[in-house]
């Protein structure tokens, strides 16, 4: 629990970022995971980092009874982070280092 803490509060920084939204970096990418669970780019935006941020941070959610939707809200929040930092930079090498977390952990436990 500790180091998603601390987890959190490094990427609450990056949640006082303005967000660049309707930009997809990772348009030709295939994804393995069925379309109904794949995490989109339109899901990772700064309005829905905040509430992920908010419940984590408020103790709504209890990461040991409901761990699914625990990583859930890290994987919003740590998705919406590469992202913004792929459109900030505006590398091929960030944008490629988002588009290999949105293909390899982009997607919702259940």
């Not at 939204?21 to 069925?34: I, Y």
């Not at 995490?39 to 935006?45: A, F, K, V």
């Not at 509430?51 to 709504?60: L, T, Y």
């Amino acid at each position: 629990m500790r180091i998603a803490t601390m987890f959190i509060l490094g990427i609450a920084a990056a949640l006082a970022q303005t967000s660049t939204a309707g930009e997809n970096l990772c348009d030709g990418w295939q994804r393995s995971v069925p379309e109904n669970k794949q995490i989109l780019e339109s899901d990772l935006t700064f309005e829905a980092a905040q509430v992920a941020n908010a419940k984590i941070k408020s103790g709504e959610i209890d990461p040991v009874k409901n761990e699914s939707e625990f990583v859930n809200l890290l994987r919003i929040i740590f998705g919406y982070g590469l992202r913004q930092q792929a459109i900030d930079i505006g590398t091929p090498e960030s944008a490629h280092k988002f588009c290999e977390w949105l293909v390899k952990d982009g997607f919702w436990r259940e």
